[in-house]
Every structure is written in C-alpha cells, then in structure tokens.
C-alpha cells in the first residue's frame, strides 16, 4: 500500500503487509493542526485494486 499526503501535517499508520482478498485492514489518520480555522486535506491510498487511488477527504475546522 502506498500512500501520498496532501501536506506534512498529516500522518498516516497502517499495518505494512498485504491484504488478503475478502479481508480488511484498519487506517489510522492524524492531522497535526497548525494553525486555527479552516481545512481541507486529503489522503490517497494507492492499491492494486479497481478503485485505487482511495481518497480520503479530511475536512473542519479547529478553534
């Protein structure tokens, strides 16, 4: 699984070896927030599957 981050302030965990057909796996995603307000990130998972890339869409606001 490879992975690309839309900016250094997010991080991305998983377990580093393959998923098996019909299994899943669990993604853990961290966004270290740098300054107040507003944001939208993004985080693509690239797999040999159909659907790859996977986009993953963080978006709030911090106060």
């Given amino acids: ?5 839309s900016c250094g302030c997010t991080q ?3 377990e580093k070896k ?3 057909p019909d ?6 995603i961290t966004y270290n927030v740098d300054d107040r ?3 939208n990130k993004t985080v ?11 986009i993953i869409r963080l978006k ?4």
Avoid: A, C, H, Q
């Fill in 1 to 5: 699984m490879l992975k690309y981050l």
């Fill in 12 to 14: 991305i965990e998983y």
């Fill in 18 to 20: 393959p998923i098996l």
């Fill in 23 to 28: 299994r899943t796996t669990r993604i853990s």
């Fill in 37 to 39: 307000g507003y944001f």
């Fill in 44 to 54: 693509s998972v690239y797999g040999n599957t159909d659907n790859s890339p996977l």
């Fill in 60 to 63: 709030g606001n911090t106060e």
